[in-house]
């Protein structure tokens, strides 16, 4: 299994090298992970993909407060909430 920042590398590289890819995960971010990773996002977990450009860059910040099992589940799985 690959970590969390394994997985975000990968999917940063393919997205900067295929256009049609970088689509996608604008699109349907919960479809292209699975496509591509081989896993499944949670109905209750919301993917959100940022474009940054030369004048923004968007920074994700670690969650607070309390988590439901299933959220802590797929961070301890490695999906983490900034994948």
């Known amino acids: 299994m ?4 394994e ?3 990968h999917l940063t590289r393919k997205a900067a090298e295929d256009a049609e890819f970088r ?3 604008i699109d349907d971010p919960k479809g292209a992970l699975n496509s591509e990773l ?3 996002i949670p109905d209750s977990m919301e993917i959100k993909v940022h474009e ?3 004048q923004t860059v968007h ?3 670690p969650v607070t407060g309390d988590m439901t099992e299933e959220q802590l589940e ?3 799985a490695g999906l983490s ?3």
């Open 2 to 5: 690959q970590t969390a920042e």
């Open 59 to 61: 920074l994700a910040l």
């Open 7 to 9: 997985m975000r590398t």
């Open 74 to 76: 797929a961070i301890s």
């Open 52 to 54: 940054s450009s030369l």
């Open 81 to 83: 909430c900034c994948l």
């Open 23 to 25: 689509q996608r995960l």
């Open 38 to 40: 081989g896993i499944t």
